[in-house]
């Protein structure tokens, strides 16, 4: 008798498709459901990389997309232009703009990022234009709808939810916690 084997979870970066910094021998892995448009994702941002600075090839990141399309207009397409400079090496460089820029996301300011980082222009309005990255974009809002993902930033460490409702310590001290021994796990 053969068994199947086990499912993975929707939450192990696969790096064909998912955006990660760190490497994949790091004791913990967090990945974050994001939206380029929300103002807490964007007030996350700079705590994340600190933290990822702090605890070094420690910890492995994860970015995926959940735009919040109800409230923020701009932030499915922005999502879809970070994939678009994702594909030419750049999306880490981009997302970092358009946090920046949160208030200006439209078509032309999304070029205009892109032009700044010295992108394959037509490449990426091409991409842009015919929706290439949409799909991608769609099953990361997928898998997250499967998680019950209700708000960004929300975040997962070693695939347990991590309430940072309360303000980026407990994500801190969770991969602390995790780092510290597998009996604090």
Request: glycine residues 6%; charged residues 20%; proline residues 6%.
């Amino acid at each position: 008798m053969t068994t199947s084997p086990q499912p993975r979870s929707v939450l192990v970066p696969d790096p064909a498709v998912d955006h990660i910094a760190g490497p994949a021998s790091a004791a913990v892995t967090v990945v974050e459901f994001g939206d380029f448009e929300c103002p807490s994702c964007r007030q996350a941002h700079p705590a994340v990389q600190f933290m990822l600075q702090h605890f070094g090839e420690r910890v492995r990141f994860v970015f995926r997309h959940f735009p919040l399309r109800e409230v923020h207009a701009h932030a499915e397409l922005a999502a879809e232009a970070a994939e678009a400079a994702g594909a030419q090496g750049r999306f880490w460089p981009y997302a970092d703009l358009l946090f920046n820029h949160q208030n200006q996301l439209d078509a032309r300011h999304l070029s205009g990022y892109a032009a700044q980082l010295g992108l394959d222009m037509p490449r990426f309005e091409n991409e842009l234009k015919d929706g290439v990255y949409r799909q991608r974009v769609q099953e990361q809002i997928e898998i997250g709808n499967r998680l019950h993902v209700r708000a960004t930033p929300t975040f997962y460490v070693n695939e347990h939810f991590t309430d940072v409702s309360f303000g980026l310590q407990q994500l801190r001290d969770t991969i602390q916690r995790l780092l510290d021994g597998p009996q604090a796990g």
